[in-house]
């Protein structure tokens, strides 16, 4: 008699269950449990940014009515937005954010890139010397202050290319897409140098089409890093003309800074009140990064792993 066959004669309560998810042996309190805790843990997520988003659009008399903060506006009010966005210096440090990002995102992939595929290449002159710099880099801050006399040496106080030069290559990037590139197929690249082609079209035509998952979390955390640049502002932007969207946001929404007809840029009849404005300020500084999120979400968890967890 097989085992297959003893198994089968056996009882079926005596039969072993098949071992299903964790979720499938919870009990019913514990699945309750779970729930009310994901409940509270989302409306502690969601309620704050609903009340932020609520407040922005409300009337003012609401808003004054409800103590500054409201949760479900009567009616949508854009004024605030009007205001803000009509030419003064909430527009022009938007757009200075926007540049300041995109520029300083693409410079970043495309050097960190570059980077990584020249230290993953065992046989580059000074590999080992450039990886070892890389990794003490990221081990080892020059400072403040230090940083601060290089950016004055080369020029950059007052210049937007002191939000990008600085930090155009993350350490940890660069070990991150490094990885991803080493454990490219051998036989694969072996086959193209067979074909003729050279290392810059390996690097172009190969290793960055199959690195796309990779390189879009490492553009995400670049943008994310260069949008919510706050401290390189504080530091080497002393004209307010060049301020991004983050100084402004510490300018008038943390350190209560009321905002006048000169800095809208425009006159309104009726100004909104500046908790309404701060509101506003406050979704606009957050719309962008929650709009470009779920088009890289797909590719965050696969290029983490791909680029941290192999080599």
């Not at 004669?9 to 072993?16: D, E, H, I, M």
């Not at 309190?29 to 659009?57: H, M, N």
């Not at 035509?205 to 998952?213: M, N, Q, V």
């Not at 470009?292 to 192999?310: D, E, I, M, S, W």
Request: net charge positive.
């Amino acid at each position: 008699m097989t085992a297959s066959t003893h198994t089968q004669n056996r009882p079926a309560s005596a039969r072993p269950r098949p071992r299903g998810r964790l979720s499938d042996t919870a009990g019913p309190l514990e699945k309750a449990f779970k729930a009310i805790v994901l409940t509270v843990a989302c409306a502690l997520v969601i309620i704050p940014f609903l009340g932020i988003v609520s407040t922005s659009v409300a009337p003012a008399d609401q808003v004054t009515n409800a103590g500054g903060f409201v949760l479900l506006p009567r009616e949508i009010d854009l004024t605030a937005y009007r205001s803000i966005l009509s030419g003064g210096v909430v527009s022009r440090a938007l757009l200075i954010s926007i540049l300041v990002t995109g520029v300083g995102t693409a410079l970043s992939l495309v050097l960190t890139a570059m980077l990584a595929w020249a230290l993953s290449r065992r046989g580059t002159v000074g590999n080992r010397a450039m990886l070892l710099l890389v990794l003490v880099s990221l081990l080892f801050s020059p400072g403040m202050i230090p940083t601060y006399l290089v950016v004055r040496q080369f020029g950059l106080i007052d210049s937007l290319w002191a939000l990008i030069i600085p930090t155009a290559v993350s350490a940890f990037n660069v070990i991150v897409v490094r990885a991803f590139f080493a454990n490219l197929p051998e036989e694969l690249i072996d086959a193209a140098r067979i074909d003729g082609a050279t290392e810059w079209q390996i690097f172009r035509r190969i290793a960055l089409p199959l690195s796309r998952a990779v390189l879009a979390v490492v553009g995400l955390f670049y943008g994310v890093g260069y949008w919510n640049a706050f401290f390189n502002a504080l530091l080497y932007i002393n004209d307010a003309a060049k301020w991004p969207l983050q100084m402004v946001l510490r300018t008038y929404v943390v350190n209560g800074t009321e905002m006048g007809a000169s800095e809208m840029g425009t006159v309104v009849e009726h100004a909104p009140q500046q908790t309404t404005i701060q509101m506003a300020i406050l979704v606009i500084s957050i719309i962008p990064i929650v709009i470009v999120y779920p088009f890289l979400q797909r590719h965050f968890a696969k290029g983490v792993l791909t680029g941290a967890v192999k080599g």
